[in-house]
């Protein structure tokens, strides 16, 4: 009885350990001026003024929800631009989530790469069912430094990369998810964190950049369709 209670206690002390325990307490483990920093870009990027091209999409200015969250998922910061849809909330911290989800120091994924193969026959249908949004952060001004989680596989989500580690991911949506792409894209470089080590698009090393499927032509590859014509490759 004594050896049986014995290798309990173990069992419980080795689960409990941490090597073991995923912690999901702790604050957002980006500084504060560097999310800072990638927030500022926000308003920059959608002033016409400064982006004479424009970003695409249906508003000018563009509307917008941005979100950043740390490498293990933590959410660190959403602002927004304007009368922004409040369903976009939710949906910037969702690709800024898988963004970082999908992207390591090897390979660099935005969630507009991801659009082709999470369709039906695509090598990752069914990737959109894994780590689920939680409802407990659909209220504003909720989740600060904790977990939402989400997926999503169309435009407006990149990775955060300084010193080619991956230190988050960066989330937009208030537009279509073309312009969503641009902005992010763009918002990224103005602040410095795009130094991916290679990507998906175009010859090797390649980019995370979005790649449109013809027109009339289904997504094939790491494809995402248009969604205006107005829309830009960033």
Known sequence: MIKKRWFL???????????????????CAIPAATVTNIQSQLANVVDPKKYPDGNGGIFSPNLMWSAVVDRSGRLCSVIKTG???????????AKANT??????KKLALSTANLYGPTQPGGSLYGLNNSN??????????????????GIITFGGGVALY??????GGLGVSGDSS???????????????????????????????????APLGTPPTGFQQPHCFPSDITP
């Not at 206690?9 to 604050?27: Q, T």
């Not at 300084?162 to 230190?167: A, D, L, P, S």
């Not at 080590?197 to 980019?207: F, N």
């Open 178 to 212: 073309c312009a969503d792409h641009a902005i992010a894209y763009r918002m990224r470089k103005a602040a410095g964190f795009d130094g991916i080590p290679a990507g998906v698009i175009g010859k090797p090393p390649g980019t995370d950049n979005i790649s449109y």
């Open 162 to 167: 300084q010193g080619g580690e991956v230190i």
């Open 83 to 93: 009368d922004a849809w409040p369903g976009s909330r939710a949906i910037a911290i």
């Open 9 to 27: 206690a173990a069992i419980g002390v080795a689960l409990c350990s941490p090597a073991f325990a995923d912690d999901g307490g702790g604050a």
């Open 132 to 149: 689920p949004f939680n409802p407990e952060f659909l209220a504003p001004r909720s989740g600060a430094n904790q977990f939402a989680g």
């Open 99 to 104: 963004a970082n989800d999908f992207s390591n």
